[in-house]
T-cell receptor, first 112, second 112 residues
């Protein structure tokens, strides 16, 4: 089955530590996205990539970094500069910007 | 920037038709309108997409007036399993990443 796989499902971070969230897709989609969702809130765009080796900042990119070395993979690193990283992180992909996005099941990040 | 405005919440009885309206006064010529459904602790799921007039699929209809400044998602005969948050998203291939704005969505509660 084609889809998006996010791992891990739950992640814990110590203060001052960087952590990387994995996102892999086998849908052959060009565009990939990372969103953050806080309790009771909507999704906010962190980063967006339309093609390999290219990505753009979203509304809340500070404290996050991404890479897009392969079409299938778009990992997100939550750096120690992100002072409030506790949230539900969602990865998505789409064939293009006007096409519907397919989402993974999310990673819930918490601070120890 | 075609940001969207939706009612925060709606209640409906089982078997009723539900209409959720989204305002997007600054929609651009190339923007499409896409609706998603999200259950707790899951990624959003695509429902329907349209550009103008009316679109219908097996689960919903989307009505878009001529000026395209709003759109209405119509769910026929809702059931308890339709209780979820519904998001309206406006964007296109030609606009920047910041146009991927989900907003806070509409929390629909279906009552037995």
């Amino acid at each position: 089955d084609g889809g998006i796989t996010q791992s891990p499902k739950y992640l814990f971070r110590k203060e001052g530590q960087n952590v990387t969230l994995s996102c892999e897709q086998n849908l052959n989609h060009d565009a990939m996205y990372w969103y953050r969702q806080d309790p009771g809130q909507g999704l906010r765009l962190i980063y967006y990539s339309q093609i390999v080796n290219d990505f753009q900042k979203g509304d809340i990119a500070e404290g996050y970094s991404v890479s897009r070395e392969k079409k299938e993979s778009f990992p997100l690193t939550v750096t120690s500069a992100q002072k409030n990283p506790t949230a539900f992180y969602l990865c998505a992909s789409s064939p293009g910007r006007t096409k519907p996005q397919h989402f993974g099941d999310g990673t819930r990040l918490s601070i120890l | 920037l075609a940001k969207t405005t939706q009612p925060i919440s709606m209640d409906s009885y089982e078997g009723q038709e539900v209409n959720i309206t989204c305002s997007h006064n600054n929609i651009a010529t190339n923007d499409y309108i896409t609706w998603y459904q999200q259950f707790p602790s899951q990624g959003p799921r695509f429902i329907i997409q349209g550009y103008k007039t009316k679109v219908t699929n097996e689960v919903a209809s989307l009505f878009i007036p001529a000026d395209r400044k709003s759109s209405t998602l119509s769910l026929p005969r809702v059931s308890l399993s339709d209780t979820a948050v519904y998001y309206c998203l406006v964007g296109s291939d030609l606009t920047g990443a910041n146009n991927l704005f989900f907003g806070t969505g509409t929390r629909l509660t279906v009552i037995p």
